[in-house]
């Protein structure tokens, strides 16, 4: 079946680092974009940022820029989303999604979402 | 704020049709096709329609897309309790050189 599949829900304290990922199963994995997705409690979706799995290639959305790092191992066809530092303000779902680019763009396969908590 | 505008809103009753705005600019929406997603809470999104007006195999033909200029719309005809959700539009900004959403408007089935 071609799903993704995100890690666990993780509860951190503030400054304490993390890595999330997203493991592909059914397609070819290193042929495509993956996409990050967060969801603040309320809120709506935002785009994070882009990752080319077959040559960790990156787009980032300003405001996560310097937030956080995307990368991927091919090898287990797998992408992560990374931080060093959280602040309370990360708290959020975080979403991974296929990115095609045929035709047109979109997202068409998603994770099922990560929930980070980060409180002291 | 978002980049793309939607209404926080819609609601309609079963069988009635109903339509989801979503306004951007020329960088995103006025030159680039846009996609909708529906989302209910605890779940995956799930794309609805990409290209303005194409369903993934699986969507019903209830649910159709257009876009003009720099607006772009969703319709979901023969409304059913089960399309209660959060629907979002987005679309891929030249300026930006990413994606941009919409707020999302939550519908609510009457």
């Known amino acids: 079946e071609v799903q993704l599949v995100q890690s666990g829900p993780e509860v951190k304290k503030p400054g304490e680092s993390l890595k999330i990922s997203c493991r592909g199963f059914g397609y070819s994995f290193s042929s495509n974009w993956i996409g990050w997705v967060r969801q603040m409690p309320g809120k709506g979706l935002e785009w994070m940022g882009l990752i080319y799995a077959g040559n960790s290639e990156t787009r980032n959305s300003p405001p996560f820029q310097s937030q956080v790092t995307m990368s991927v191992d091919r090898s287990i066809s797998t992408a992560y989303l990374q931080w060093g530092s959280l602040k309370a303000s990360d708290s959020a779902i975080y979403y991974c999604?296929?990115?095609?680019?045929?035709?047109?763009?979109?997202?068409?396969?998603w994770g099922q979402g990560t929930l980070v908590t980060v409180s002291s | 704020q978002s980049a793309l505008t939607q209404p926080p809103s819609a609601s309609g009753t079963p069988g009635q049709r109903v339509t989801i705005s979503c306004s951007g600019s020329?960088?995103?929406?006025?030159?680039?096709?846009v996609s909708w997603y529906q989302h209910l809470p605890g779940t995956a999104p799930k794309l609805l329609i990409y290209?303005?007006?194409q369903r993934p195999s699986g969507v019903p033909d209830r649910f159709s897309g257009s876009r003009s200029g720099t607006s772009a719309s969703l319709a979901i005809s023969g409304l059913q309790s089960e399309d209660e959700a959060d629907y979002y539009c987005?679309?891929?900004?030249?300026?930006?050189?990413?994606?941009?959403f919409g707020g999302g408007t939550k519908l609510t089935v009457l």
């Open positions: 020329s960088s995103n929406v006025g030159s680039n096709t």
């Open positions: 999604a296929r990115h095609l680019r045929d035709s047109s763009r979109r997202f068409d396969l």
């Open positions: 987005a679309a891929w900004d030249d300026s930006l050189n990413g994606w941009v």
């Open positions: 290209s303005d007006n």
